[in-house]
């Protein structure tokens, strides 16, 4: 029975400090992105300018699909979406946003549910590469040909993304650098160190064939 109690008491202060590393991982990861992901151009700068890319080629009803609520990054990219369409004067409508997954099946079914809307967007901004599959899926699936009935961009730039069809615009990390900093941030975090100084990490809008001038008259 004492062997029982004791194997439940070291049970418990197992669970229990497995629960805090995870709290303390969780917020680490906060805090590598507000540390690393403030600094890097990508979520500050490079989603407004990859919206404002879209605008310029005459855009003006642009859906938004992103990932997880919650994520740090995916609140920084939403934010820059709508901070561009409102410098724009553009509106944002409702029927044009979704977000929860990075997964592509939900970014499909997301872009045929915008296809569906009374007036469809002409270019959809898809916060990564993953979602940005699923939106050619759906458009595919749908029979909307990209770039002339309906413009793509995407967000990381997979070594893929050339290979899509048509080949992707989107905006490039410096994904290995963003990873390297990440781990000495992380690191120094859960070792209760200071976070050695961060470098300003470039990024690059890649311009490919999928975004061209809406098209008149809609599909």
Same mark, same amino acid.
């Given at each position: 029975?004492?062997?029982?109690?004791?194997?439940?008491?070291?049970?418990?202060?197992?669970?229990?400090?497995?629960?805090?590393?995870?709290?303390?991982?969780?917020?680490?990861?906060?805090?590598?992105?507000?540390?690393?992901?403030?600094?890097?151009?990508?979520?500050?700068?490079?989603?407004?300018?990859?919206?404002?890319?879209?605008?310029?080629?005459?855009?003006?009803?642009?859906?938004?699909?992103?990932?997880?609520?919650? !994520?740090?990054?995916?609140?920084?990219?939403?934010? +820059?979406? &709508? /901070?561009?369409? @409102?410098? *724009?004067?553009? %509106? #944002?409508?409702?029927?044009?946003?979704?977000?929860?997954?990075?997964?592509?099946?939900?970014?499909?079914?997301?872009?045929?549910?915008?296809?569906?809307?009374?007036?469809?967007?002409?270019?959809? !901004?898809?916060?990564?590469?993953?979602?940005?599959? +699923?939106? &050619? /899926?759906?458009? @595919?699936? *749908?029979?909307? %040909? #990209?770039?002339?009935?309906?413009?793509?961009?995407?967000?990381?730039?997979?070594?893929?993304?050339?290979?899509?069809?048509?080949?992707?615009?989107?905006?490039?990390?410096?994904?290995?650098?963003?990873?390297?900093?990440?781990?000495?941030?992380?690191?120094?975090? &859960?070792?209760?160190?200071?976070?050695?100084?961060?470098?300003?990490?470039?990024?690059?809008?890649?311009?490919?064939?999928?975004?061209?001038?809406?098209?008149?008259?809609?599909?």
């Amino acid at each position: 029975m004492a062997s029982s109690s004791a194997a439940a008491t070291q049970q418990a202060a197992g669970a229990g400090a497995l629960d805090r590393l995870l709290t303390v991982t969780h917020d680490g990861m906060e805090r590598v992105n507000a540390l690393i992901l403030k600094r890097a151009e990508s979520h500050v700068d490079m989603v407004p300018k990859l919206a404002r890319y879209l605008i310029e080629a005459g855009h003006e009803r642009i859906g938004y699909i992103g990932g997880p609520d919650g !994520l740090y990054t995916v609140r920084e990219r939403r934010a +820059g979406y &709508l /901070q561009a369409m @409102k410098e *724009a004067n553009l %509106k #944002v409508r409702a029927e044009h946003l979704a977000g929860g997954s990075f997964m592509p099946d939900f970014a499909r079914k997301a872009t045929l549910e915008f296809l569906k809307t009374r007036t469809p967007p002409t270019a959809i !901004l898809a916060s990564s590469d993953f979602i940005a599959i +699923g939106v &050619l /899926q759906g458009l @595919k699936q *749908a029979e909307i %040909k #990209v770039p002339s009935q309906m413009s793509v961009v995407g967000f990381d730039d997979m070594p893929l993304t050339e290979l899509f069809n048509p080949p992707l615009t989107a905006i490039r990390q410096p994904i290995e650098a963003l990873g390297r900093q990440g781990f000495q941030v992380l690191f120094s975090l &859960l070792s209760g160190k200071q976070p050695p100084m961060l470098t300003l990490l470039p990024v690059q809008l890649i311009e490919r064939e999928s975004v061209a001038a809406p098209r008149k008259g809609g599909f």
